[in-house]
T-cell receptor, first 113, second 113 residues
Framework: EAGVVQSPRYKIIEKKQPVAFWCNPI?????LYWYLQNLGQGPELLIR????????DSQLPKDRFSAERLKGVDSTLKIQPAELGDSAVYLC???????????FGPGTRLTVL | AQSVTQPDIHITVSEGASLELRCNYS??????LFWYVQSPGQGLQLLLK??????LVQGIKGFEAEFKRSQSSFNLRKPSVHWSDAAEYFC???????????FGAGTTVTVRA
């Protein structure tokens, strides 16, 4: 069974440019999460989806970050415009049910120059 | 509020020696507890989890963890480490009321020959 798929794995952009990350969860997993992981720290939740509904986006900086999961399967996280402080690893995870075990993708390492 | 504390930022252990990583949590109700491992440039892999029942939990790669309610701890152990165990280890706790997964800051394990 395929795990959580993320692309791209690495992205280097200049500040003020837009960037997008894509995630495909494990088949059948209705709950999808986006996390931000800064160097030397644990992941922090940005947004949680139940099917296509964002049920917890309280930690998402909405002035520059947006996310969508239109058909309740794969998801896209966007930053526009990117800032130097956005350099981090962006992780996607999924679980079968809310509160269930979360399985993580390999992440996208973003570098903003 | 809840938090997860991993007191040890970095541990160095000799190959073949035992390993114990500490994790303490603060949460009013019974938590769901997890240990994840992250190798350089990789996503998080689930080692083991505790939801209820037997407080000694067996995981993959020869790891085990013990839930001690009286000490609010969920320490991870391995009797004999291998060079491939060098990685960063994260303890995490999920709240049953809103399913939010909170991570500790992580412990980096270095294995010397």
């Amino acid at each position: 069974e395929a795990g959580v798929v993320q692309s791209p794995r690495y992205k280097i952009i200049e500040k003020k440019q837009p960037v997008a990350f894509w995630c495909n969860p494990i088949s059948g997993h209705n709950t999808l999460y986006w996390y931000l992981q800064n160097l030397g720290q644990g992941p922090e939740l940005l947004i949680r989806y139940e099917n296509e509904e964002a049920v917890d986006d309280s930690q998402l900086p909405k002035d520059r970050f947006s996310a969508e999961r239109l058909k309740g399967v794969d998801s896209t996280l966007k930053i526009q415009p990117a800032e130097l402080g956005d350099s981090a690893v962006y992780l996607c995870a999924s679980s079968l049910v809310p509160g269930g075990t979360q399985y993580f993708g390999p992440g996208t390492r973003l570098t903003v120059l | 509020a809840q938090s997860v504390t991993q007191p040890d930022i970095h541990i160095t252990v000799s190959e073949g020696a035992s390993l114990e990583l500490r994790c303490n949590y603060s949460y009013g109700a019974t938590p769901y507890l997890f240990w994840y491992v992250q190798s350089p440039g990789q996503g998080l892999q689930l080692l083991l989890k505790y939801f209820s029942g037997d407080t000694l939990v067996q995981g993959i790669k020869g790891f085990e963890a013990e839930f001690k309610r009286s000490q609010s701890s969920f320490n991870l152990r391995k009797p004999s480490v291998h060079w491939s165990d060098a990685a960063e280890y994260f303890c995490a706790v999920i709240r049953s009321n809103d399913y939010k997964l909170s991570f500790g800051a992580g412990t980096t394990v270095t294995v010397r020959a």
